[in-house]
């Protein structure tokens, strides 16, 4: 049945009124719906827990302890400068200089800074655009692109900075190594000399280091920061040491190896290019991860006391001091050592002497001439300690190395489990919500500290991690791709919501840098350029198909308002044709959790390829919650898979309601053109209601819809089988009292969080309110155990998953457009019914009707096979594969007494407005032309597994209502589901190309 259902909100009776919103207003609707929210456990269940009467008492764990939040400076600053000023700055920067020279070197350090430095400010809007929490990168990216890239970006940077901790370590444990054997003689190792004896110290000294970290990580915060305060001086020490040995003098050991102080004639030298078996960009590649650590401060954004101010200022600071830094020791180096060099103290003294032809040697920086028998392993190409050689004590330059691992290390360990925290928080994968739980007055991650610790200790068994890290620093630079395009899409969706307060942005520069960042990923090396936009991109499906709920109002969200409102607008301004013609439904359904057959047999046929829109009248004076009920009904058909739209109206009068959801369903064109109702088998006992019902039917004609009526043995409406509203108080009602109100602002329950539900003939039992707010989701046999017909369930669900085999019957009485056909064809287009065949019936033409001796049975039998022909031709035509047509004749033969008395007694029976028989009389051809139908369709197509048969319109609204709904009752009882189709004569099909 379609008309209205009676949802009962009647405490929630109050309008919204702006003085709801003012201080001081105790009973105020958004708190108490905030609250509400908060607290609300989910309902996703079928059954309900049986709990005990009473108000909920929740204990709130209070966690005691010290809260750290740190400012700009310890926070941001310094742990970008540590991680900035890495292993990169005392290996690799010489080398830089030595293949690219002075030029192209300080070059690539603009390029790989101009990348980090928009890439901040990008960061920057983000972070002035709202409050920023924990989890950093994550964090942003996910609350402005959304989850499906929030997601996958947080998992690869967890395990992208997991890895890291053991390069880091890595790294520490061999420059460990290579001094003790530089300064210690006859150090022979701790397991041995030999290439595997080698790994084996490198493991046990990494694990024990790591280790120390972790127990330095779950000390807390405070002692992080301590530590890494001293590791910062100790790499400012380090960097002393090298800018004074660059002014004094070195042994004649250390200018073999091409150290000459400042000279001219080395810049000259330098300022040219000396690529050996590299480029430009391969040189690039190298260097740029040095300057991936921008976001050491970003990470940590929880433990913050303004993120908004910390992290802009901290970063751009850093990244100009360290900018800075580079470039002045860039210069230094190019100024002070070759980019070659023998290494020969003998042909150094003959290069200086200028003896090199009498002696027959070399020039000392000659490493190219083909006379030279042994390749050079000196100059800043060929000697990564280069920068130990140029520093006064050279130990100094390990101590930076050990610095700038070791706080990396640290800053990998304390940063991967806070964004790991906070994706577990918002739950988008599932097996990692335990890593949500914070552990003391800062919130810890321990679990996360733990984890992070086993896969650094995996990898730095496995020892070798050259594999894998190029594609870290791919992920690294993919972030702040994303950082840079959620900053740039969040201009372009031109949301209100996006204010950055950061006076530097500019949403064109944002996009450039997502440009470049994606340029330096494939130039890094395309192929774990590839293999990272893959990861993101399984990555990103997974959240995507899975649909977790996170609203968070990003830009994403946004960019589909803004391109559904071009689209819509793109499909008003565009002219119909008929090939584009598809069914767009209004189903009045009243309470779509009430009928959910019809609801799912109209989107059985939308299926998420057309429009579909339910309509609720509630004709109950009592003023409802209908923004909740909206909320729940829409949610309830989202997770039921079902893709359309819920209205819902108040109106005494069910004829205005769903004449108010005709005209004012839909936007433009993307607005119903069929109405769906279920059919009104409760006629007799409701004539009022049933004119309303059929004038609803003829204001749809008007409208120019067309309409269908669906038929099902046993009904439509469960209402009797499902958990009602009716049986509660609504969940968000406000307290009636001063009291009330005080109550639930003190902390206090100010309302029942249980509620008692008793089923017809059942024993009174308490459920959660909570949960049985949700709409639909329980039947009284799950939740009640009662005594339920078991097909209650099937019949519940039969336009959802049971496949069908037989016949789809079509009766195409009458032109309408050819709906009827369009219907079926869709229908078996969808998998309930692809394997069944379709079968056409139709009415022969009135010579085949009229009375006739037998001598014209063979010419009426020849007309037949003719009319058939034609039928079929037609159906080829139209590209519709039947397979068989019948065309009826003998329509107008009198149905057979039985058939009538039982529809004049149907009439006697109607209460009130029963027809005379007169009224009758005056009817009988229309009356005896259904009933002949109900005859007919008993005979043909009682088996069908559905049947699709044109709707009489043309008596609509001039018959009597009564004998209209009866002759169309007697027609349809009885039979499998059966769809009425009436289709207003607009053209649905054509045979056109």
């Known amino acids: 049945m379609g008309d209205a259902g009676a949802d009962d909100d009647s405490n929630y009776n109050k309008p919204f009124l702006l ?163 530089f300064y210690i003689e006859d150090f022979q190792g701790i397991m041995g000399t030999s290439p595997s004896q080698k790994m084996n110290d490198v493991r046990i000294i990494g694990l024990i280091t790591l280790t120390l970290c972790l127990a330095l990580a779950i000390v807390g915060m405070e002692w992080v920061t301590r530590v890494q305060k001293a590791l910062l001086f100790l790499l400012i020490g380090s960097q002393i040491d090298f800018c004074l040995g660059t002014f004094f003098s070195s042994n004649i050991a250390e200018r073999a190896k091409g150290f000459t102080g400042w000279n001219m004639e080395t810049a000259t030298q330098n300022m040219h290019p000396n690529y050996q078996g590299e480029s430009f960009w391969s040189v690039f590649a190298v260097f740029f991860p040095a300057v991936t650590g921008i976001v050491a401060g970003a990470n940590l954004s929880g433990d913050l006391k303004d993120p908004a101010t910390a992290i802009p200022k901290g970063t751009l600071g850093a990244i100009g001091l360290t900018y800075v830094t580079y470039v002045v020791y860039g210069i230094m180096v190019g100024c002070t050592y070759l980019s070659a060099a023998s290494g020969s103290i003998m042909e150094y003294n003959s290069t200086i002497m200028g003896t090199t032809s009498e002696d027959g040697l070399l020039r000392f920086d000659d490493c190219f001439s083909d006379e030279r028998l042994e390749s050079c392993t000196s100059g800043t190409v060929y000697d990564q300690q280069s920068m130990a050689t140029i520093s006064i004590t050279g130990y100094l330059i390990y101590g930076g190395c050990f610095a700038a691992t070791l706080s990396s290390a640290i800053a990998s360990l304390v940063g991967a489990p806070r964004v790991l925290q906070a994706l577990a928080k918002d739950k988008l994968y599932p097996g990692i919500e335990s890593f949500a739980q914070g552990y003391g007055a800062n919130d810890d991650p321990i679990r996360g500290y733990i984890l992070v610790f086993i896969i650094s200790v995996i990898c730095i068994i496995i020892g070798d991690l050259n594999v894998v890290s190029g594609l870290l620093s791919n992920f690294f630079v993919a972030s702040y791709a994303l950082i840079n395009f959620s900053a740039f899409h969040a201009s372009a969706t031109k949301s209100p919501g996006w204010r950055p307060s950061f006076g530097l942005y500019n949403p064109w520069v944002s996009l450039f840098g997502a440009f470049l960042c994606t340029a330096v990923m494939f130039l890094m090396g395309w192929v774990t350029a590839i293999i990272t936009i893959v990861i993101i991109a399984i990555l990103y499906m997974w959240i995507h198909y899975r649909k977790p709920e996170a609203n968070w109002g990003s830009s994403t969200q946004a960019a589909v308002f803004v391109k559904a409102l071009k689209s819509v607008q793109s499909l008003t301004d565009t002219p119909e044709h008929v090939k584009n013609y598809r069914p767009k439904l209004l189903v009045l359904s009243g309470n779509p959790t009430h009928r959910i057959p019809l609801l799912d047999f109209g989107n059985l046929i939308t299926k998420k390829l057309s429009l579909l829109v339910t309509g609720h009248v509630i004709t109950d004076e009592t003023p409802k919650n209908t923004t909740k009920l909206r909320e729940d009904v829409q949610d309830w058909m989202q997770r039921g898979k079902i893709n359309g739209f819920y209205n819902v109206l108040q109106n005494k009068s069910f004829e205005d309601g769903a004449l108010a959801c005709l005209a004012l369903s839909g936007l433009g064109k993307l607005a119903p053109n069929m109405l769906l109702m279920g059919f009104k088998s409760d006629w007799k006992n409701d004539i009022e209601r049933t004119v309303e019902y059929l004038n609803v039917w003829n204001k749809a004609y008007d409208h120019g819809l067309s309409v269908i009526v669906l038929r099902v043995k046993g009904g439509l409406d469960y209402s009797n089988h499902i958990v009602d509203e009716d049986l509660i108080d609504p969940e968000d009602s406000f307290p009636s009292t001063e009291n009330d109100a005080e109550k639930k602002l003190n902390g206090g329950p100010g309302f029942e969080r249980k509620v008692s539900v008793q089923a017809t003939g059942k024993k009174k039992v308490s459920v959660d309110r909570a949960q049985v707010s949700k709409l639909g989701q329980a039947i009284n046999i799950l939740v009640f155990g009662g005594n339920q017909p078991v097909d209650v369930l099937s019949d519940i669900k039969q336009f959802q998953d049971k496949k069908r085999r037989g016949n789809i019957d079509i009766w195409w009485l009458y032109d309408d457009g050819g709906l009827p056909i369009l219907i079926s064809h869709v229908l078996q287009s969808r998998q309930q019914f692809e394997e069944c065949k379709l079968r056409i019936f139709t009415l022969g033409s009135e010579k085949l009707n009229r009375q006739s001796s037998v001598f014209d049975v063979f010419s009426k039998n020849v007309e037949k096979k003719m009319e058939t022909k034609d039928m079929e031709e037609l159906l080829s035509k139209f590209r519709i594969a039947a397979s068989d047509v019948t065309v009826i004749s003998q329509i107008n033969n009198r149905a057979e007494e039985k058939t009538w008395d039982e529809f004049k007694s149907a009439m006697n029976g109607v209460p009130h407005s029963a027809p005379t028989e007169a009224d009758i009389e005056n009817e009988s051809t229309f009356i005896n032309k259904h009933l002949k139908l109900g005859e007919m369709l008993q005979k ?54």
């Not at 742990?79 to 010489?94: A, E, K, P, S, Y």
């Not at 018959?959 to 004569?985: C, E, H, K, S, W």
């Open 19 to 181: 003085e709801s919103y003012l201080p001081g207003f105790e009973e105020s609707r958004l708190l108490k719906r905030m609250d509400h929210e908060k607290g609300e456990p989910p309902a996703n269940k079928l059954t309900f827990d049986i709990i005990e009467e009473g108000d909920e008492n929740e204990e709130k764990e209070v966690k005691k302890g010290k809260v750290i939040k740190f400012g700009w400076v310890e926070g941001v600053f310094m742990r970008c400068l540590l991680n900035i000023w890495g292993v990169m700055l005392f290996l690799r920067l010489t080398w830089v200089i030595g293949q690219a020279g002075i030029v192209q070197g300080l070059l690539l350090m603009t390029i790989a800074n101009v990348v980090t430095t928009v890439t901040t400010l990008s960061m920057s809007a983000v972070c002035t655009n709202g409050q920023i929490k924990g989890g950093g990168v994550y964090y942003m990216i996910s609350r402005s692109l959304g989850p499906e890239f929030g997601g996958a970006i947080g998992l690869m940077f967890t395990l992208a900075n997991s890895i890291a901790v053991a390069m880091y370590v890595i790294g520490f444990c061999e420059s460990l190594l290579d001094m003790l054997y």
């Open 940 to 993: 043909h197509s009682k088996d069908s597994q559905m049947i699709l048969m044109t709707l009489p319109q043309d008596r609509l609204g001039k018959t009597n209502p009564v004998i209209y709904a009866g002759a169309l009752d007697f027609m349809t009882r009885d039979l499998p589901p059966l769809l009425l189709v009436g289709g207003n004569n607009i053209s649905a099909l054509t045979f056109h190309t």
